[in-house]
């Protein structure tokens, strides 16, 4: 293990986990040191030079309301932003941003470097030093984190040109990956790819579909009002596949390294050869051409990534509109690297081999707030499916099988659609679900926390009767019932711009635009919430009784062989967990609840939700 006896904490890797897992573990108040392998690429953006998206766009937030970096960065540099599925319910909004990417390295790096408690250094990883640990004999616990690192990794463009690196011209991670295997970690191969870069000036960009930003830009953090370049944003382009493309790939497919289906690839964003074999009926597919910065000529084609060979790329993007006389600057390719399966992990992200080690990024994801804790000797900050997309994300990783009784291999990819509780586990409200546990933990910053406290307060004080309203101009049925200003806003078409002409709510007009919109989505899910609230407290039940981590799942009676091979595997932490694995049926929970009660202890350690939301007058606790 990276030891220091000055450090509470080391984190390597400098990329999007990186950044996050430092700074996390800073605001813990450990003292931290980053290791990367070169200090100038420090917050480098990953292939696609974009951050959100539909399921993505809310992990962002949520990042931004545990203190996070990325989302207020992006903020900052963002050059085009969109709401997608702006047309629908806020449960399934995805905020979105393209961004430049040396902006977005030197915000990342102005805040790095000079942050609290962090230090960063320049070194590769080779090893893991465990038993003989020159910290071992001080009083100082030794913790690691090891963050987004490309784990052996080798880059394939075609059969023939395979590189062992990282990101091209960058090296990879070799002695660390044989470092976990020799510790005795089970780890697996991944691969995912990049398209090429293309040169802006030679596409001929009137041949495709245009997109612009949206006209008021939605900002990620909710510590800001707006973005930086609002009114400087650059538009995207769409264009398309044809069967010349199709065929042409089909006839050069025996020379792509990745089509051959050797490691496991990621479902959501595959090559293109991928997509020509499983969608043959498909006469195209979508391709999104996307700039990479203000002052940047590189092009990415959102949707080309392919590991053919270099001389064949070429060719093949001038079969598409608009890429006709196009020219390639570098060529796409294909990575693939080792990974630690996810069932090595407790539901904090820290290794169930080792004590002090967690694993994030590509490895596999967390921020570094528990990491820190630890180091500090306090309880793990752990968020359940019910708190936020964070927790069903580490849920879903930690917990899940395919039915094949073999582990989801594939790299995670999250949507709205992965969380049962879509109503409020929405991207406009992350601050409310997490921000409070994460100032009860020490994470949030005192700023931000006076931020979050405005806003709602103001409604639930104001309270009159159907008279009292109609006064202030509203028609309100003469039932004798008294409403708050928020129970106002349950009424179909009324909105806190209301509220505000009226001047029933005094200060309500100084509250920011964008807290009263918040306002208005809530109350307008507010009638539909009682069902799923009911669900949470269900839920909540069966995560507040933990199982022993130590279970001898032979002496659990009743179980079939099928169930009790699964749950030595895994070892679930919680009844809820255990309940949502694959094949673990009614009859076999209550037999493991029953033992489970007969052993072990339910206990109240931290509430996953204090107060849900403030969805009415009254708060309801879970």
């Not at 004798?480 to 129970?487: F, K, L, P, W």
């Amino acid at each position: 293990m990276v030891c220091s006896v000055l450090s509470g904490l080391c984190i390597i890797g400098g990329g999007h986990a990186g950044c996050e897992a430092a700074t996390g573990a800073a605001r813990t108040g450990a003292r931290t040191v980053l290791l990367t392998q070169r200090i100038d690429t420090v917050g480098e953006l990953s292939c696609n030079p974009s951050i959100g998206g539909v399921g993505k766009g809310t992990l962002v937030r949520e990042v931004d309301a545990l203190d996070g970096l990325m989302g207020r960065i992006a903020d900052k540099a963002g050059i085009q932003f969109r709401m997608l599925n702006a047309s629908k319910g806020a449960a399934v909004w995805g905020p979105r941003a393209q961004v430049d990417r040396k902006i977005y390295k030197r915000h990342m790096q102005d805040i790095i470097f000079s942050y609290a408690n962090l230090d960063v250094r320049a070194a590769s990883v080779f090893d893991l030093v465990f038993d003989n640990s020159p910290c071992a004999s001080t009083s100082s616990s030794t913790w690691g984190t090891v963050t987004g690192v490309r784990l052996g990794g080798e880059i394939h463009i075609g059969t023939d040109a395979s590189y062992t690196c990282g990101r091209i011209g960058e090296a990879p991670s070799t002695g660390l990956s044989a470092s976990l295997n020799a510790a005795g970690f089970k780890l697996g191969r991944l691969q995912t790819g990049t398209p090429a870069r293309l040169d802006k000036h030679s596409i001929d960009f009137s041949r495709m579909e245009r997109q612009d930003g949206d006209e008021k830009p939605q900002p990620f953090s909710f510590v800001h009002r707006e973005v930086d370049h609002a009114n400087n944003q650059i538009p995207c382009f769409q264009t398309h596949t044809t069967l010349e493309t199709h065929q042409l790939i089909k006839e050069s497919m025996h020379l792509s390294v990745h089509i051959q289906e050797t490691k496991k690839g990621p479902r959501y964003c595959p090559s293109l050869e991928a997509k020509i074999t499983r969608f043959g009926h498909k006469g195209s597919h979508t391709i999104w051409l996307e700039p990479e910065g203000y002052d940047s000529d590189l092009i990415y084609p959102n949707g080309l990534s392919c590991s053919m060979p270099e001389e064949l790329q070429e060719p093949m993007m001038r079969t598409i509109p608009g890429l006709e006389q196009v020219k390639m600057l570098r060529p796409a390719y294909g990575v693939e690297y080792d990974h630690v399966d996810p069932r090595e992990l407790t539901s904090t992200l820290e290794t169930k081999r080792i004590n002090g080690l967690y694993l994030a990024g590509q490895i596999n994801g967390t921020t570094g707030i528990n990491a820190g804790l630890s180091a500090r000797g306090r309880p793990p900050m752990l968020l359940t499916r019910a708190d936020g997309f964070l927790g069903v994300m580490v849920d879903d990783l930690i917990g899940k099988e395919r039915r094949n009784h073999v582990r989801v291999t594939l790299a995670h990819r999250m949507f709205t659609s992965r969380s049962e509780y879509r109503m409020t586990l929405r991207s406009d409200n992350a601050d409310m679900r997490l921000t409070e546990i994460g100032h009860s933990v020490g994470v949030v910053s005192p700023d931000r926390w006076l931020a979050f406290l405005k806003g709602t307060e103001l409604l639930t004080k104001v309270v009159l009767s159907p008279q009292g309203w109609g006064r202030y101009g509203f028609d309100i049925r003469p039932d004798g019932i008294m409403r708050s200003a928020y129970d106002m806003l349950m009424i179909p078409g009324m909105t806190a711009a209301d509220l505000v002409r009226s001047g029933a709510v005094p200060g309500l007009d100084f509250v920011e635009p964008h807290i009263r919109a918040r306002i208005d989505i809530e109350a307008s899910y507010a009638p539909h919430l009682p069902r799923q609230l009911a669900d949470l407290a269900l839920f909540h039940t069966d995560e507040s009784l933990q199982l022993d981590p130590d279970m001898d799942y032979s002496k659990v009676q009743g179980l079939s062989d099928e169930v009790r091979e699964r749950l030595q595997r895994i070892r679930p932490t919680t009844l809820g967990a255990a309940k949502r694995m694959e094949g673990m049926t009614p009859t076999s929970a209550i037999y493991l609840l029953k033992h489970a009660r007969r052993t072990w202890r339910t206990t109240g350690a931290r509430e996953p939700i204090r107060c849900l939301m403030s969805y009415t007058s009254e708060k309801y606790c879970v």
